[in-house]
């Protein structure tokens, strides 16, 4: 069970990273701040909402791209490549799929939280912590089938790392929200 946990945790390092690029780097390169909606709306609602940058997409896939070249450097070694569940030898691609899966699945979420009146920031607990992972698991699925127990352990330990990861984001100041 243990050897699960951490092949799921490693598998999702680079979406983890992807989806945790905006709130880092929230404070640089405040032109790239733009909604990737360009603040339209459909029904008076905004389609994703403010909170959806063009920054954070572009920092999301070099953070998801950096973290699988990271893997395939560690994928040279038996401990790395004995709980690797990809073949790092694509890591671009691996870094692009898991990335832009991330993304996408967060900006699936907010399109659909702007259907509901939720507003931009506020949270939607449950999805606001799995978009990214259901995303990610998707868009890597065109390389790889993963098996079921796997998707089941990198869902709960990615549930339980964000919680985790906001609290603690949120005790150093790095965050000013919980969720």
């Known amino acids: 069970m243990i050897e699960l946990i951490f092949k799921s945790i490693y598998f999702m390092v680079p979406a983890y990273f992807a989806n945790m690029a905006p709130v880092i780097c929230r404070n640089i390169f405040p032109r790239l701040a733009f909604p990737l909606d360009f603040n339209k709306k459909i029904s008076g609602k905004p389609i994703l909402g403010k909170n959806k940058t063009f920054r954070g997409l572009i920092f999301g896939m070099i953070f998801a791209i950096v973290f699988a070249y990271i893997q395939f450097n560690l ?105």
């Open 75 to 179: 994928y040279k070694l038996d401990f790395f490549r004995d709980i690797s569940v990809l073949d790092y030898n694509n890591w671009l691609l691996i870094g692009l799929l898991l990335g832009s899966g991330a993304l996408f699945g967060d900006i699936v979420k907010s399109f659909i939280k702007r259907r509901l009146n939720i507003p931009s920031g506020d949270p939607w607990r449950g999805f606001d912590q799995l978009d990214f992972v259901f995303g990610a698991i998707i868009f890597v699925s065109f390389i790889k089938l993963l098996d079921l127990n796997l998707i089941f352990t990198a869902i709960i330990a990615s549930l339980v790392l964000n919680v985790t990861l906001n609290a603690i984001s949120t005790y150093l100041k790095i965050r000013t929200d919980k969720w």
